[in-house]
């Protein structure tokens, strides 16, 4: 057994350690490790976003009962390690993006001292989904010029919540995009998607007339070209697990045609030319005409309302492009399994 004056004294060097600055836990030849029998990881919030950054500190578990904070040295020489999640600068955590990939875990962060890899720590941070909202785009042109899509969307459990929504977009030509809701996030619209068409380019202005040469009239100014027509708005349809056809008010989709460009402007007439000078001859010489401005192209026609199709839980995600991912596919088959094991 530890003697109580042998933990104060213990207890006094790492306090006047700490406040030097200096570790904690003493120099390289201290005894004190010995002392310690765990750590705990204090994370700034119990729950994260993913892709969310996170500050933590964290804080050593005496023999005893005495509980001491970590400095900024000792924690540069911890070694941490976690799942779905990465260390970052300063002892905090950068959660990864992959909502998948936190699905079932959360956030799993270990750590342990590198004097003694014996004294550790681990603790779960909850994945949340209403940082920010989720809005896809169905481009409308360059590398994602299709003008189709799908949203597919089923209802899970996971080990922190009753009922979680995975959605996923799919175009031809990307790679499927995936979003999670938690159940604060059921609403209507919780999923935007924006199809709306191209808007026309404006026509090109008209070319400036000439100036007239002595005595002559200037040249009319060139009329402007027509406005482009503006694109069709896209069509994304949506499938849902059946009987969670609900889950389709959960998107809202914008697809109007794009706006037709407006007409060119016409170009200025040139100016008249001088009188001729020196002459007894009389001239009188015209500006050239302005030219018409072009006609505005015409608004494109809207897309479609989304069509609904359910489809059984079983076919539902085999039947998306992410199954083809095998990282994807692991993450949603242990959420089918969870859901399908707890009947939830």
């Known amino acids: 057994m530890i003697?109580?004056?042998?933990?104060?004294a213990a207890v006094c060097a790492l306090g006047c350690a700490s406040a030097s600055g200096s570790s904690a836990l003493g120099g390289p030849e201290s005894k004190l490790v010995t002392f310690a029998r765990g750590l705990d990881i204090l994370p700034a919030s119990p729950r994260a976003c993913p892709g969310e950054l996170i500050a933590s500190t964290y804080q050593v578990r005496i023999a005893g009962g005495s509980i001491l904070p970590l400095t900024e040295s000792?924690?540069?020489?911890?070694i941490r390690h976690a799942v779905a999640a990465e260390p970052a600068r300063n002892g905090g955590w950068q959660m990864s993006t992959d909502v998948l990939a936190s699905a079932t875990s959360g956030f799993r962060l270990f750590v342990a001292l590198g004097r003694d890899t014996t004294v550790r720590g681990d603790t779960v941070v909850v994945p949340t989904y209403g940082c920010r909202a989720t809005l896809w785009e169905l481009g409308p042109g360059g590398p994602y010029s299709a003008r189709n899509a799908y949203v597919r969307l089923g209802k899970l459990a996971t080990p922190f919540y009753d009922s979680a929504v995975v959605a996923v977009f799919e175009a031809p030509g990307r790679a499927p995009a995936v979003s999670m809701l938690g159940p604060a996030d059921l609403h209507h619209g919780a999923i935007r998607i924006n199809a709306a068409g191209t808007n026309g380019t404006a026509g090109r202005q008209g070319h400036r007339g000439e100036n007239g040469s002595e005595c002559a009239?200037?040249?009319?100014?060139?009329?402007?070209?027509?406005?482009?027509?503006?694109?069709?708005?896209?069509?994304?349809?949506?499938?849902?697990?059946?009987?969670?056809?609900w889950l389709a008010d959960l998107v809202s989709v914008s697809n109007?045609?794009?706006?037709?460009?407006?007409?060119?402007?016409?170009?200025?007439?040139?100016?008249?030319?001088?009188?001729?000078?020196?002459?007894?001859?009389?001239?009188?010489p015209k500006a050239g005409r302005p030219g018409r401005s072009g006609s505005p192209g015409r608004d494109g026609e809207p897309g479609i309302r989304p069509q609904v199709k359910s489809v059984p839980l079983a076919l539902l995600w085999p039947g998306s492009p992410i199954w083809s991912d095998s990282t994807a596919r692991r993450a949603l088959s242990e959420l089918i399994q969870y859901t399908v094991k707890t009947g939830r």
Do not use: F, M, W
């Open 256 to 284: 109007a045609g794009g706006r037709g460009g407006a007409g060119g402007t016409g170009g200025a007439g040139g100016a008249a030319g001088a009188p001729a000078r020196g002459s007894n001859a009389v001239c009188t």
């Open 74 to 78: 000792d924690v540069a020489a911890l």
């Open 3 to 8: 003697k109580v004056s042998t933990l104060v």
């Open 217 to 245: 009239d200037g040249e009319d100014g060139g009329d402007g070209d027509p406005g482009q027509d503006g694109g069709p708005g896209g069509q994304v349809d949506i499938i849902v697990q059946a009987g969670s056809e």
